[in-house]
């Protein structure tokens, strides 16, 4: 109960949670197209890419205002990202590797003019790194509000062009031949999934962004077939998660905050991928023995119903070897049998004999007149 | 040697430890994983760590190998759920893996030298002075030693199966029903990229490791077409990217990696552009000459396809091919120009025939289709 | 003589290509096709694999970019018709995954109508819904487009395309695939557009079925082989031009006038 009230009272805290649960709420909603659209490791490329973008907004302007790094890291990855789709149109190099070679040269570059710039007089350049890795602690109200404001931007044009931007997941093609300039809204949806990773940068850091935009939206889908439900699970996953990492992060000592985020987003996903109703794997497996169980009680009354027929009495007993060997699903009869016993259809002679019970005959003829569609019995 | 020297040594052993593993990745379509695995091979080596307190022990490659097996078996498991595409799957693993390594760092092993900036950046301005003494002799920086260690283990695996190799990174399937698992070959591989990046981790950082894993092979993909040459010349830019790093860091005085990872891209971009035959300098000189060759041959084949119809009157006038070819005044003059200097066509007014030369060429490219 | 085509007569068509041609790295992938087609015809496009069928349509659509050549609908280019023109890609073409129901997917047909930004109401929901009961789906305007058989998805597909009430249908391979009720609610779909004096023209897989469904043909292999009514042209020789080799099976095919 501590950790809630810390929120409201803990002037640091309240500061790093909403910033968190904003990056949560942001990224995860832009990730669930991304995730439609396969992008899931375009985001991770795009936020290696903005580094350099961000030393050499602070070489230009000596400024370290958010806005300007921000705005520098935007234009880096937009960049990035414009380059991969450039080098995969036109050489014959693959996807994958495009991501990987802008990922790694641009960040790479960006080292070395960040390094450069440690190196300069100046000791401004100090904190460009809490770019790098994320210092969610180190947020500061400015911070928050920045993202405030771009974020609602971004989440508004997202809503504004929503049947566009459904449109140009599930069909662009089709999209294009009702008039709707497809490469333009696609350009425009991959500005704000950059502007979306950049301003988290901030809080989980380069490594863990892809993470952020995923992960939500991953754990959404298996939750909803809507789109606006998803985006709108995604969202909230991704508040959790950020809030979640901050008040455990500031309660436990020695845990970074990023990290922590991403932790709790990769639990919810993996507890989404287990427990969602419908898609869940849990749910799944329950379902599929459901239906086996179903599909050896119908099988083996059918067997003792046929067996029987041959005999005056349908309810002539016969053993339980006899099942088995006529069984063509796998296991053996007795387990089936049993079950059948507690369903009032089949009765225990002795031992090894079993037979049905009238309850059994007829539950087994409507088996037989929906399968086959007339009685077997004469 | 000196340490300039030394530590060009190491950066060359580096790229082409990389080189190898990469080009196959790069064939394969998973250059990303060499992204994933080098971030989550810290969970591993945090533990053995743990276990050995030795930061350079065995133990910690072994660490690392399980990692990265760990994450491409993760990732295998959740794309069989058929719950989540394997980008997707990717992108949530090894994040994850690498936050249960940070925080497995910061908890317990706040106070020593493993520290997240090295992982991911590495130095190595400072590897000539972590020496690698064996029985009181000095044998060389402790990362040479490693890394060639590395190296020898990569060169081998491949030397060995390279048959296999290069069958599964072609045709998978006929690889499997050949006998030879491409599974356990893939798994073995990733492996591979799993003991280069954490060898490489100290010296240079992970994402140094993605850049020559990636860069030099697909520079060099776009360089030839045979799997033995692009090793070779993947090694070659590599090693050129190491040295050529070097000296840039050194004129800024800068991080090596970023550098030795700049002017691999820088190379990378290089051959984008000036690759022969397939770099797009050369493509655009080709398009440039074809437009005219493909301009006669349009031209035939639209006298061809329009001769003795009725409409032949409309359709084989000049005007008609700016109109409907879309073609500009200059264009189709010098079409129908060389097209008359090579006798493929006659032109009478604006009325335009085909010769028999130029009937011969419309039928010879209409059966090229 | 005037040297332009009569305008006049390019009028009549529903459809006018003329000389399209489609490069793809300096091969030709389409070379030269003229195709015209009148109002309320059903025509179908056959041709080998590679053809280049699909890309005829794509081009015509402005999907993919043509190196020459000009499309008329109804007399006028084809980017001030949009409205007048539906598409029905090929099943394969999305990801049925995608989280969303069959009377969404449907409402997709009329978000050109819409324009920027407007979202769907309930006038769009009751067309939608009329769209789907004209291919018998309407009980499934819930469901899960991921729950779907072949054949619901292709109705789905062509809901989508008929809730445009458009004057010209551009289909691929609609019959791929599908049960053979569906396949019937389909040819029915198809001769009731003509009723209408629609124009369809369908990329079509299956040689057998052609003479049957259809009023006109066209053979395609990278050039038109040959086009106009199935009587005139549906014939042995032009298939053998069309795809080569594979004699037995293609005079099996041709029409009885030829034997």
């Known amino acids: 109960m501590e950790w809630f009230t810390d929120i409201f009272l803990d002037y640091t805290l309240r500061t790093v949670a909403l910033g968190s649960a904003l990056l949560g709420i942001t990224a995860g909603s832009l990730g669930g197209f991304a995730l439609l659209r396969r992008q899931s490791l375009l985001g991770d490329a795009i936020s290696h890419a903005a580094l350099p973008g961000i030393a050499i907004a602070f070489l230009l302007t000596g400024s370290k205002a958010p806005l300007v790094l921000i705005l520098g890291a935007a234009l880096a990855g937009w960049l990035g990202a414009a380059l991969i789709a450039s080098v995969t149109l036109r050489t014959r190099i693959k996807y994958d590797s495009a991501l990987g070679i802008m990922l790694s040269v641009f960040f790479g570059f960006g080292l070395v003019l960040l390094t450069y710039i440690q190196k300069q007089p100046d000791a401004n350049q100090a904190g460009l790194e809490s770019f790098l890795f994320g210092q969610a602690a180190a947020l500061i109200q400015r911070d928050v509000m920045v993202i405030l404001s771009i974020g609602t931007v971004i989440i508004f044009l997202m809503v504004l062009l929503w049947k566009e931007f459904k449109m140009l997941s599930f069909d662009p093609d089709f999209g294009a031949t009702l008039g709707f300039p497809i490469r333009k809204l696609d350009h425009i949806l991959t500005a704000l999934f950059v502007i979306a990773i950049v301003i988290g940068l901030q809080t989980v850091g380069v490594v863990l962004m892809s993470a952020m935009i995923i992960a939500p939206a991953a754990a959404a889908r298996q939750w909803t077939d809507r789109l606006g439900h998803m985006i709108l699970a995604a969202a909230l996953f991704g508040a959790i998660s950020g809030v979640g990492g901050a008040v455990t992060s500031s309660r436990v000592g020695n845990l970074p905050t990023g990290p922590t985020i991403v932790l709790i987003v990769s639990a919810i996903v993996v507890i989404s991928l287990l427990f969602a109703p419908n898609r869940g794997i849990v749910f799944r497996k329950v379902r599929e023995w459901k239906a086996g169980k179903n599909l050896r009680v119908d099988a083996v009354l059918v067997d003792l119903f046929t067996l029987a027929s041959q005999h005056t009495s349908k309810e002539y007993p016969h053993s339980e070897r006899v099942l088995d060997v006529m069984s063509t699903i796998s296991g053996p009869a007795r387990r089936t049998l049993h079950l059948l016993e507690t369903l009032g259809l089949a009765r225990q002679i002795d031992q090894n004999n079993w037979s049905l019970t009238p309850e059994g005959v007829e539950r087994a003829q409507t088996v037989i007149r929906n399968q086959f569609g007339g009685s077997l019995s004469t | ?369 | 003589m005037d040297s332009r085509p009569n305008l006049n007569k390019r009028m009549d068509h529903a459809i006018d290509v003329r000389d399209l041609t489609v490069a793809y790295r300096e091969k030709p992938v389409l070379w030269d096709v003229d195709l015209q087609v009148p109002a309320g015809v059903l025509l179908a496009i056959v041709g080998p694999n590679g053809a280049g069928k699909t890309t005829l349509i794509k081009s015509i659509l402005g999907l993919i970019k043509s190196a020459a050549g000009s499309v008329l609908i109804h007399g006028r280019p084809y980017s001030e018709q949009r409205s007048s023109v539906a598409y029905v890609p090929q099943r394969g073409s999305v990801d049925w995954d995608f989280p969303t129901n069959v009377l969404d997917v449907v409402t997709m047909g009329l978000y050109g109508k819409l324009g920027w930004i407007r979202r769907p109401g309930k006038a769009e929901r009751v067309e939608a819904l009329k769209a789907l009961a004209q291919v018998g789906m309407e009980e499934f305007a819930d469901r899960q487009i991921s729950q779907l058989s072949g054949g619901q998805q292709q109705r789905v597909f062509l809901a989508r395309a008929l809730v445009q009430d458009a004057r010209v249908y551009f289909m691929d391979e609609p019959f791929q695939g599908v049960d053979a009720t569906t396949e019937r609610a389909i040819v029915d779909l198809l001769r009731s557009l003509r009723e209408k004096g629609r124009t369809v023209v369908v990329v079509h897989h299956d040689l057998q079925t052609v003479p049957e469904y259809f009023d006109r043909v066209m053979l395609l292999n990278v050039r038109r082989i040959a086009s106009g009514t199935v009587p005139e042209v549906f014939n042995e020789e032009n298939l053998r031009a069309t795809y080569g080799g594979r004699v037995a099976f293609v005079s099996a095919l041709a029409t009885p006038d030829d034997h």
């Open chain 2, 1 to 369: 040697m000196s340490p300039s020297v030394e530590i060009q040594l190491i950066a060359v052993v580096v790229a082409v430890a990389c080189a190898l593993p990469g080009a196959f990745l790069v064939l394969q379509r998973m250059a990303m994983m060499s992204d994933a695995i080098s971030h989550a091979i810290l969970p591993g080596i945090v533990l053995a760590f743990f276990i050995t307190h030795d930061l350079g022990s065995p133990l910690m490659i072994l660490g690392a190998a399980a990692s990265g097996v760990l994450t491409v078996a993760l990732v295998e498991l959740l794309r069989k759920t058929g719950l989540l595409a394997e980008d997707a799957a990717i992108g949530i693993v090894f994040p994850a893996l690498f936050s249960v390594g940070v925080v497995l760092i910061a908890r317990y092993a706040g106070d020593v030298h493993l520290d997240i900036d090295a992982v991911l950046l590495g130095e190595l301005a400072f590897a000539p002075f972590d020496r690698f003494i064996l029985s009181g002799v000095d044998v060389g920086p402790r990362a040479l030693v490693i890394m060639s260690a590395v190296l020898v283990v990569d060169l081998v695996f491949i030397v060995v199966f390279f048959k296999e190799l290069k069958l599964t990174t072609f045709d998978a399937a006929l690889a499997g029903s050949l006998g030879f698992a491409p599974v356990l070959l893939h798994y073995v591989l990733m492996g591979l990229v799993s003991v280069t990046a954490v060898g490489a981790f100290d010296a240079v950082g992970s994402i140094l490791v993605v850049a020559l894993m990636v860069a030099p092979p697909a520079s060099a993909y776009l360089l030839t077409d045979r799997l033995k040459p692009m090793i070779y010349i993947s090694c070659g830019i590599g090693a050129l990217s190491a040295i050529g790093g070097y000296w840039f860091a050194r004129y800024l005085d800068a991080s090596i990696a970023g550098a030795m990872a700049t002017v691999a891209g820088a190379a990378f971009v290089l051959v984008v552009f000036l690759a022969p035959h397939r770099g797009l300098w050369s493509l655009a000189r080709r398009r440039a000459s074809q437009k005219l060759l493909f301009g006669r041959k349009m031209l035939v084949i639209h006298l061809y396809n329009h001769e003795g119809l009725p409409e032949a009157d409309l359709e084989c006038r000049v005007e008609h091919l700016e109109d409907h070819l879309r073609w500009d005044h200059q264009f189709a003059n010098r079409a129908v120009k060389s097209s008359i200097a090579r006798s493929l066509i006659l032109r009478e007014g604006s009325l335009l025939m085909l010769t028999d030369e130029g009937r011969m060429l419309a039928r010879e490219a209409l059966v090229e289709f």
